[in-house]
């Protein structure tokens, strides 16, 4: 699974390496070193303007999308805490994802993840989990695989406008090279020549959208042990990513 990662860039560097065309970004997000499930996170996806005719080409947008996918037919958003990753070896014929496969896809800017491995603690013998900072080896960042969705709180009032949540989740495989070492999956990644295919809501074909994904990097990885302070989601700062002595 892929359940923390690290998001530091600015939304205007966001906007100028995605080419937003909607440039209203709205209260920016703080810098994170330790993206945890149920956080406001920057995505990129493209709509169609809801006024517009039905030929009306779609905008890229930058927006801030709640991690844990709520389906459109969930009873609650507690659902969202358990849909924080999606198979991709499933992704395409679950109820909770299909839909959102063929017609919301977005990208999840990171600068790389943590996994954790469990170890045997020097010291008492016992059984730990290591984290580990799992990032590209030439330290360019990522573009996660992600869906969103929408959904409406049915006990809300007919006008209340904090009805609607827009979340999302991030599309995993099995790991490989330095993030198959330490855990067994890893989050896909689309490359750069990829994103208009990726972000296109019209293209709706399964199996040529599943061709466009690759594993972070390249599959060019460095994995350094880190603090266990990042186990906390409360923790937070470029500390979290410096390497400590490994197991």
């Known amino acids: 699974m892929c359940g923390r990662y690290v998001s530091t860039r600015s939304p205007e560097d966001l906007a100028r390496q995605f080419q937003i065309t909607d440039?209203?970004?709205?209260?920016?997000?703080?810098?994170?070193?330790?993206?945890?499930?149920?956080d406001e996170v920057w995505a990129v996806l493209e709509r169609t303007p809801r006024d517009a005719s039905a030929d009306a080409p779609a905008a890229r947008h930058l927006r801030t999308l709640r991690w844990g996918l709520v389906p459109?037919?969930?009873g609650d958003a507690k659902i969202g805490t358990r849909l924080i990753n999606a198979r991709v070896e499933t992704l395409h014929e679950k109820p909770a994802f299909r839909t959102a496969f063929a017609r919301r896809r977005c990208l999840l800017p990171a600068d790389g993840f943590y996994e954790w491995q469990r170890?045997?603690?020097?010291?008492?013998?016992?059984?730990?989990?290591?984290?580990y900072f799992i990032h590209s080896a030439d330290d360019h960042?990522?573009?996660?695989?992600?869906?969103?969705?929408f959904w409406r709180d049915p006990d809300a009032g007919h006008d209340d406008p904090s009805a609607w949540l827009t979340t999302?989740?991030?599309i995993t495989t099995e790991a490989t090279d330095a993030a198959g070492r330490v855990h067994p999956r890893m989050p896909l990644t689309v490359?750069?020549?990829?994103?208009?295919?990726?972000?296109?809501?019209?293209?709706?074909?399964?199996?040529?959208?599943r061709d466009l994904l690759e594993q972070p990097g390249g599959?060019?990885?460095?994995?350094r042990p880190v603090s266990t302070a990042v186990n906390n989601v409360r923790n937070d700062g470029p500390q979290l990513v410096e390497a400590v002595t490994g197991p």
């Not at 960042?141 to 969705?149: H, K, Q």
């Not at 020549?193 to 959208?209: I, K, N, V």
Request: aromatic share 8%; net charge negative; glycine share 8%.
């Open 72 to 74: 459109s037919w969930a």
């Open 219 to 223: 599959g060019r990885l460095d994995a």
């Open 191 to 209: 490359a750069e020549e990829h994103y208009d295919a990726w972000l296109d809501p019209s293209r709706q074909d399964t199996g040529t959208l």
């Open 23 to 38: 440039r209203d970004l709205g209260d920016p997000l703080a810098p994170s070193w330790n993206v945890a499930p149920t």
């Open 119 to 131: 170890v045997e603690d020097r010291e008492t013998g016992k059984a730990r989990k290591q984290p």
């Open 168 to 170: 999302c989740t991030i």
């Open 141 to 149: 960042g990522m573009a996660l695989a992600g869906l969103y969705e």
